[in-house]
């Protein structure tokens, strides 16, 4: 049988034919060289990789290598390949002539995806992802959404709790770091000193699971503590409890550790056992096999150069205290402190990215090229195929409305509605000039004034426009705005 190469996100047993199936696992610096990670991803992932080589002993020819053409070209008795997750890698392995089979680690195949989207005007994820329930049959009751309705979002967007600190739920167990991590530790430490290698935010204990084991013990935990508060608090933040309900079992997927449907139907088993109500259970599958899967697919769909749009021409580069995690420098209650969450555990749920972090850059005019290279880096499950929708055509709009149909910029209405932050915060997300004006709020104004021709053909957007031609302050909120420039709020 071929020898299988895995590639360092694809660690689980699904990416073998059998188990016995000799592997081919390398370990390359040039990849830290090149860019400069956070040190708790760049843990986590040769953590996950050397506890891989650990598992498989023999059956593993394990290379420590700069780079992966050292190793693989010409590789004795030739290799397989899985389909890798980015366009280099894709063109990599297609130069070293190794054999490629289809991708794995998604729900839906790609032949299944360009049937669903071929002749289609418009990529809607609602309408692929009831396609791919009944394609999987999740949820399913014969040829009927399970309780009779496809979307239970109305249910999934209550702000948080009144007046509570955290939702209540169970954390996950902290996971027990070993000798492994220990030799990871070291090697990053004495990459940092002698080799010039750099890292960004803080070193932590692994907050994230690196083998199937700990990735399975993750998703069970899920499933019975926190899956039934998932639904409802998906959208809210609350500063004391960064976890919310939320599964925190990104990384681990994008690692390859756990199939997504073996994850969703541990979801359904329990709505079908009773354990967790359909709300919850529902807004979590639309997570995987819609959301992430039509994130993947979109990634190969686009031309390659979708990663390089800027329709709104947004053109200033991050600023330092923003690339560097410097939550310190930063006042609004909000922003500060996702910053320290991306800083501290290079994680933060998805309306943090969504609504503080991508809001906040879209607002500012930041480049959306550059955003997509920092979330990629500053995120533990950050990977190349899961910026490209999610930053650039999401979160910064820089696609003019592929992705999503409007802009999802929102002022501090929105941050103070769905958490705590507003209360605790130097700024009032009801001013809009002066001292106490939320940079939210006047960033949301003065962001529409700057696309005004963009977007005032857009029919979602017509009753925020109508609004700004009525704000009396505008032309002081936008000097304000300019004078802020890129300052730390
Ligand atoms: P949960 O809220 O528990 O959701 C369950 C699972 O659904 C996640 O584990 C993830 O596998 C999947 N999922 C949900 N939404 C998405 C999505 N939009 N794209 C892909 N998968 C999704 N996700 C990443 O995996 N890596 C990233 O680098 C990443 N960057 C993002 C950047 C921005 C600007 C935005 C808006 C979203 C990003 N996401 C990313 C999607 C999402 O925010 C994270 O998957 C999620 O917050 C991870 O936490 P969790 O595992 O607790 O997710
Ligand atoms: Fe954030 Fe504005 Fe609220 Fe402060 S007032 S926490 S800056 S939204």
Request: charged share 25%; proline share 6%; glycine share 10%.
């Amino acid at each position: 049988m071929t020898r299988r190469w895995l590639f360092a996100d694809q660690l689980g047993p699904h990416f073998l034919d059998e188990p016995g199936q000799p592997v081919l696992l390398v370990e390359s610096k040039a990849v830290f060289r090149r860019r400069v990670f956070h040190r708790q991803k760049a843990h986590l992932v040769l953590s996950a990789l050397r506890h891989r080589a650990a598992e498989l002993g023999d059956q593993a020819d394990v290379v420590r290598a700069e780079t992966y053409t050292q190793v693989v070209g010409g590789y004795p008795g030739g290799l397989s390949v899985c389909h890798p997750t980015s366009r280099a890698a894709r063109a990599l392995v297609g130069r070293l002539g190794v054999e490629v089979l289809g991708p794995r680690g998604f729900a839906t195949s790609p032949e299944d995806f360009v049937a669903w989207a071929g002749g289609r005007r418009g990529l809607k994820m609602e309408d692929f992802y009831r396609d791919a329930r009944r394609r999987h049959g999740i949820l399913m009751d014969g040829a009927e959404p399970a309780g009779g309705t496809w979307n239970l979002d109305a249910d999934n967007r209550e702000p948080p709790p009144r007046g509570a600190g955290r939702l209540g739920v169970e954390d996950p167990p902290a996971i027990v770091e070993d000798a492994i991590d220990h030799g990871v530790r070291e090697d990053l430490d004495r990459w940092q000193r002698d080799d010039g290698i750099e890292f960004l935010g803080r070193d932590g204990p692994r907050l994230f699971p690196a083998t199937r084991r700990e990735a399975l013990a993750r998703l069970r935990h899920f499933v019975e503590h926190r899956l039934p508060s998932f639904g409802p608090y998906e959208d809210a933040m609350l500063a004391g409890d960064p976890l919310m309900a939320h599964s925190m079992l990104s990384a681990p997927i994008n690692l390859g550790l756990l199939d997504p449907l073996e994850v969703v139907e541990r979801a359904e088993d329990a709505y079908r056992s009773g354990a967790a109500p359909l709300n919850s259970v529902e807004g979590f599958v639309r997570q995987i096999i819609g959301w992430r899967d039509f994130i993947w697919h979109l990634y190969w769909y686009f031309e390659p150069d979708y990663r390089r749009s800027n329709e709104l021409g947004a053109r200033r580069h991050l600023p330092k205290w923003f690339a560097e995690l410097d939550a310190d420098a930063v006042q609004a209650r909000c922003l500060r402190d996702v910053l320290a969450g991306v800083r501290d555990r290079g994680w933060v749920h998805h309306i943090p990215r969504l609504m503080v972090l991508g809001n906040y850059a879209m607002q500012r005019g930041w480049h959306p090229g550059e955003l997509a290279d920092w979330f990629h880096r500053a995120f533990v499950d950050g990977y190349e195929w899961v910026m490209t929708a999610n930053v650039v055509g999401m979160s910064q709009y820089a696609d003019a409305g592929r992705m999503s149909t409007k802009p999802y910029a929102a002022g501090g209405a929105y941050i103070h509605r769905m958490s705590d932050y507003c209360g605790g915060c130097p700024y009032d997300p009801k001013v809009r000039v002066g001292a106490d004006a939320c940079p939210y709020t006047a960033g949301y104004w003065s962001f529409l004034k700057r696309n005004e021709a963009q977007l005032s053909g857009n029919h979602r957007m017509r009753q925020p426009m109508r609004g700004l031609g009525r704000l009396s302050d505008l032309d002081a909120l936008v000097e304000q705005e300019k004078a802020r420039g890129s300052r730390a709020p």
